[in-house]
């Protein structure tokens, strides 16, 4: 079985019955240890998941996306008419893959599928100019993924206390991301895109800075009051550009944001929470859909105490 698997994902030539087994040309980069980590790299995602057509299939699916439940993958490639014999099996080898590979990420509490030019991008190496390798990219350059963010139009950054995992903090702001602020946004058509998961190469602070200049929503989440949540919504005031603020009751805002409208989530408790999590998300894309239609009278504390500030701009 290894010598015929091996045989179907391209690594070698010749069958279990052959004289000699020989590595294929993308096998041997695989397989190299000196060969150069991106060109390696390369090799085994040509294998593993480009030559494969449903795993291609899969892939180009949920790129950028968290991963659905195994039973809708099945599904997907069930109504693409894959030719599989085994669904949930091909599932279940095409997720093993992406892991070995190291595609598949925990971002936000779920597992999502990075892009395949964020996980070369990470090995901090240019690609070689002239490259004869077959993969995912080169031989699909027009439709090679794009990095998430650059489709501002479709982006609502998320500005959030964020903290590792398993702190109190951490337990806060991916619930409401998760819970609240992605179903809200999938209303409007947004992706919610939070720090931690910027996928451009570079410095974290430009990246972040980058997005709130030219997302075309943000919705900041003021719980804790946190300085970086202050810093990055007073960049985006700056910009005069649509802003939805929440925060979670209790917290007694100071007084410059206070004076901005902002939706109060009672999460004391999961008894005070779960009964209203649709009015919550329905408040949160009532707030995004006002400020999207109306983005010149997005009202911040600058354009209220100080309209003049962007008169010598």
């Given amino acids: 079985m290894l010598i015929t698997n091996s045989g179907k994902y391209g690594i070698t030539t010749g069958g279990y019955t052959a004289e000699f087994l020989e590595l294929t040309p993308t096998g041997k980069i695989a397989c190299d240890p000196q060969a150069a980590p991106r060109a390696k790299l390369e090799a085994r995602l040509s294998l593993a998941i480009a030559g494969i057509p449903p795993f291609k299939m899969l892939y180009d699916e949920y790129k950028g996306k968290k991963l659905a439940a195994r039973s809708v993958m099945g599904d997907f490639l069930t109504d ?4 599989v014999s085994d669904y949930v099996e091909c599932v279940d080898i ?5 892991k070995d590979l190291g595609l598949i990420r925990m971002i936000g509490g779920s597992e999502n599928l990075i ?8 090995l901090g190496v ?22 998430l963010g650059t489709k501002w139009d479709t982006i609502c950054f998320y500005v959030t206390p964020i903290g590792d995992e398993g702190t109190e903090t951490r337990n806060h702001c991916d619930p409401f991301k998760n819970h609240l602020v992605e179903p809200a946004m999938k209303e409007l058509g947004l992706t919610v895109v939070r720090s931690d998961e910027i996928g451009t190469p570079g410095i974290i602070a430009t990246a972040i800075m980058e997005h709130i200049k030219r997302c075309k929503l943000v919705i900041a ?17 700056t910009c005069k550009l649509p802003i939805v603020q929440i925060r979670r009751k209790g917290e007694r805002l100071p007084f410059d944001v206070g004076q901005v409208n902002t939706l109060e989530i009672d999460n004391t408790s999961i008894y005070t929470l779960i009964p209203q999590l649709e009015t ?7 707030l995004a859909r006002a400020a999207l239609q109306n983005p010149e009278r997005t009202s911040n504390p600058i354009s209220v105490f100080y309209p003049s500030f962007w008169d010598n701009a």
């Avoid at 095409?94 to 992406?98: M, Q």
């Avoid at 892009?115 to 990470?122: F, H």
């Avoid at 240019?126 to 990095?147: H, I, Y």
């Avoid at 719980?223 to 970086?228: C, T």
């Fill in 80 to 83: 693409a008419k894959a030719n």
């Fill in 115 to 122: 892009p395949i030019e964020q996980a070369l991008d990470e």
């Fill in 126 to 147: 240019a690609p070689p100019k002239d490259s004869s390798t077959n993969t995912l990219s080169s031989a699909n350059a027009s439709t090679a993924p794009q990095v």
């Fill in 221 to 237: 989440d003021l719980s804790e009051l946190n300085a970086n949540v202050f810093y990055e919504i007073a960049l985006r005031h």
């Fill in 94 to 98: 095409f997720i093993t893959n992406a």
């Fill in 280 to 286: 919550f998300r329905a408040a949160i894309a009532s």
